[in-house]
Every structure is written in C-alpha cells, then in structure tokens.
C-alpha cells in the first residue's frame, strides 16, 4: 500500500453525478486512510460533493465538458501546479486529457479512469478520438469500466489498461411501506418498470418510448407466442432524473398518450426499486451503471442494451438485448409483465449477483495498488 501521508490528487471535470459520486468516495476514502487529497475541478463539483468536507484539498479548475480554449489554458496551468504529487488520478476523457498536456515532461505518475464512451459523431466525435489519443500515449496507467474502452485504448497504444472498480454507494433503506409508495405514485395496479436516468442522448430513451407504445398498444399478452400467458395487467413506465431532452421527451409522451411518466430527479431510487419490476436501460452505452449496481443489490430485475460493461455486471440477472432493436426489448420487457414467476426468479439471481458486487474497500484497495505501481 502507498505510504502514509502520500499527496493524490483527483481530478475530475464537469459532473452531477456518478463520476463525481466516484472521486468523492475515493477522497474520503483516501483521507480517512491518512492520504493528503487534493480534488481539482470546476467549482459547480466542490458545490455537488463538497470534498472539502471530506478532508480534501479543493483546487477550482475550469474543465468543462467540450472545448473552450481559455478555460482549458487556464486549466492547464493550474494542473501543472500538481506535478509534486505522487499520483495525478484524472477521472473523464476531457480531465485526463488536459492532465496529460500539463504534465508532460514533468515525471509525476497519471492515471486516468475513463468512465463513459463517445456516441456522437461528427465534430464532437472528432475531438473525443483526439483526446483519446492524448491519453493513450501519455497516461501512465488507464482503467476503463467496460472491455470495449480497453481494447481501444489498446489499439490506440496505452501502455497499461486495467479494469476499474467504480462501486455504486450503498442505497438508504426509508423504511417506507411499498404500498405507500405505490399511493404516492399513483400507479394503482398496474406494473411499474423504472428507468433511472439523465435525459440526455446516450440514454437512449428515446427507444423506451416506442417500446410503451407497442405495449400500450398489444397489452397484457404481447411477445413471443410462446411467452404468452393469462392476460397481464398494463404496464407503467417511470423514469427518474432530468436533462436537456425532457422537453422533447414530455412532448412525445403527452401527443401520443404514452404510459411513461417522467419523475424529475428523486432522491428516494431505492423506493422506486422496491416497487419496481425491473429496472429497463434503453442506453447506446454504459459503463458500470451505478444504476444496474442498485437494482442488483436491491433483487430488482434488469432489462437492459447489451452496451459496454452492462453484460458482464447483469450476467443472468436480466435479459440483455442489442442496443436499437425495440422489438427485442418490447418483447423482453413483455415476458417480465406477463410471467411474475419469471420475474421473481430473475429477481433472486439480481440479489444474488448484487451481494457479490464490489464496494468501497474493494475500490480503494484497487486504486492504492496502481498507485504503488507508479513508484
């Protein structure tokens, strides 16, 4: 293990969520562990996670999530600042990127945890493979959460690529009763499918809508023939978050009388499992879904795109489809609101894979060992 009173810094770019619930974890973490902590990111972060009351030092750097040349100057020269630290560990493409710059030349160890892959193309998806190649060939070590980032960065010639370990925080338990739950929703008895997600385009959703239109419109009995059973009660979509396409996701949903309710953020997703079905990921990609972590731990089913790192965490917990394919997805959701059976034993494999999960010792114990390896 590194030496007590080792200096990390972490570094992070623009984040409301589960990267910067990441670095938060590993800043107490590591502070609790007798580690000086510096977390350099934009001051909105510092705001979101408040790592000074963890214990760490807070540096505002100004890394957003696309180009802008003064602030990426300025954030530059404020990295370079790091380079007396034992182990720079920039968390994002962007962050790693303009870590990379910054200490090139200088000696200090870069890690980069890469979290998310590109799914736009176009100018955005130009830039992105430049910032991939940046940290290829400069990063010291990159962990990736999904086999696919790896085998690229690979090909682009990283010189070490290991797995990450990016554990969801464990859920508070309300104590509340479903029934309430299901009162306050205002679902009455039909079968609630949640989505928990930001409503932006890597999501996807845009397949979950025409995936409750077909069930909407064959309900009870459709899939496969050879699924079918008595008529089921109907199905109701909720998905919880927000993001820039609410607008054009909530104009769909009410010209064409779709039964997906959007909740806003929530800060009650372990109530919403708990009455949940299944958990439904429409994505074009992800990681290790914090998401897919607690519906797992939580004996929720999942029905998910068979996109990134999702296969391997979901393994038999759920049915997995190819990402754009609604039909495969209608029917799989179908088979979990026709057969309860079914959705109960996809349950108990859920719960039986969410115990097996890592969580924060194991992700800790994870990060200090690469960190050694940069002695």
């Keep these: 293990m590194a030496d007590q009173g080792t200096r990390v810094a972490l570094v992070l770019g623009t984040s409301a969520g589960g990267v910067g619930r990441h670095v938060a974890m590993l800043a107490g973490g590591l502070v609790r562990g007798g580690h000086r902590v510096v977390v350099a990111g934009p001051p909105s972060t510092e705001r979101a996670f408040g790592f000074a009351a963890l214990g760490a030092r807070f540096a505002p750097v100004p890394i957003s999530d696309r180009p802008r040349p003064l602030d990426d100057l300025r954030a530059i020269s404020t990295l370079r600042t790091l380079r007396g630290a034992h182990a720079v560990h920039a968390h994002g493409l962007r962050a790693g990127a303009l870590a990379a710059i910054a200490l090139a030349g200088t000696g200090t160890g870069l890690v980069v945890t890469l979290h998310n892959a590109a799914t736009a193309g176009g100018a955005v998806g130009a830039v992105h ?7 290829a060939r400069r990063a010291d070590r990159i962990l990736v959460v999904s086999p696919d980032l790896g085998e690229r960065m690979a090909r682009l010639g990283a010189r070490r690529v290991e797995a990450a370990v ?10 509340r009763d479903p029934e309430d739950v299901r009162r306050e929703l205002g679902t009455g008895d039909r079968v609630i499918f949640l989505t928990v997600a930001r409503l932006a385009q890597q999501k996807g959703l845009e397949s979950l809508l025409d995936v409750a239109k077909a069930l909407r419109e064959t309900p009870g009995d459709a899939g496969p023939a050879r699924d079918r059973g008595p008529r089921a ?14 607008g054009e996701l909530q104009g769909r949903i009410d010209r064409e009388n779709l039964p997906v309710r959007l909740l806003g953020d929530r800060a009650d997703v372990g109530d919403l499992l708990g009455v949940a079905r299944a958990l439904v990921v429409p994505s074009r990609w992800e990681g290790q879904p914090l998401t897919v972590q607690e519906a797992l731990r939580a004996g929720t089913a999942v029905v998910a795109t068979a996109v990134g790192g999702i296969p391997a965490m979901v393994g038999e917990a759920g049915l997995l ?7 495969a997805m209608r029917d799989a959701v179908a088979r979990v609101l026709a057969d309860e059976g079914f959705a109960g034993e996809l349950a108990g494999a859920a719960a039986r894979r969410g115990r097996g999960l890592p969580g924060e010792r194991e992700a800790l114990e994870a990060v200090l060992a690469v960190y050694d390896g940069l002695s």
Excluded: K, Q
Aim: hydrophobic share 50%.
């Design 129 to 135: 493979a430049l910032l991939e190649r940046i940290v």
């Design 233 to 246: 009660p109907g199905a109701v979509f909720l998905v919880a978050g927000d993001g820039p396409l609410r």
């Design 166 to 175: 990016v554990p969801a925080p464990p859920l508070p338990a309300s104590g």
């Design 321 to 327: 489809v190819p990402y754009g394919d609604v039909a």
